[in-house]
């Protein structure tokens, strides 16, 4: 009981950024991340997300602190009540041409572009993104603070495992 407490208290904890701009009137809110900027090896994948104010999926949390097997699963569940979902990815080639972070900006205009719906508002993990006309609100750690943000890392983070594999 305890634990399914801390749950709940997570989860609305990471739902308090995007409550607030449902509060006043924006409804297509995207959470955008990107994976990749680490490793020495494949590209860099970015996901936009965009969800309804009815989203209760338990278990949303930054990928890093999720085992492999829950990201599989929360990865399936998200992308059911998504409202969109959009991935881009930078190749190895741009990587070199362009440097790892501007690859990753590039990663990440590409999935919000993706996206089957057209965001209002796109809040973004620790930087702003170039190139799109869309208001955007940059978060530090906003994978551990935005359950939109969370939930883009976990469809980057599966998304490039499986390209990786």
């Given at each position: 009981m305890d634990r399914e407490?801390?749950?709940?208290?997570?989860?609305?904890?990471?739902?308090?950024?995007?409550r607030e701009y449902w509060r006043a009137g924006v409804r297509w809110l995207a959470g955008v991340d990107e994976v990749g900027v680490g490793?020495?090896?494949?590209?860099?994948?970015a996901a936009a997300v965009v969800l309804p104010e009815s989203v209760r999926e338990r278990g949303v949390d930054d990928s890093k602190r999720l085992t492999s097997a829950q990201r599989e699963d929360l990865a399936v569940r998200i992308r059911a009540v998504a409202l969109g979902v959009g991935v881009g990815r930078a190749e190895v080639d741009e990587i070199d041409r362009v440097?790892?972070?501007?690859?990753?900006?590039?990663?990440?205009?590409?999935?919000?572009?993706?996206?089957?719906?057209?965001?209002?508002?796109?809040?973004?993990?620790?930087?702003?993104?170039?190139?799109?006309?869309l208001p955007q609100t940059p978060m530090v750690k906003g994978d551990q603070r935005s359950y939109?943000?969370?939930?883009?890392s976990i469809i980057a983070k599966v998304t490039r495992d499986a390209l990786m594999r």
């Open positions: 407490r801390r749950k709940a208290g997570r989860m609305g904890a990471l739902l308090r950024c995007e490793p020495l090896a494949g590209p860099v994948i440097n790892v972070y501007q690859a990753a900006l590039l990663a990440m205009r590409r999935a919000v572009e993706a996206l089957p719906v057209r965001p209002e508002r796109v809040l973004v993990d620790a930087r702003t993104i170039p190139g799109i006309a939109s943000i969370a939930a883009a």
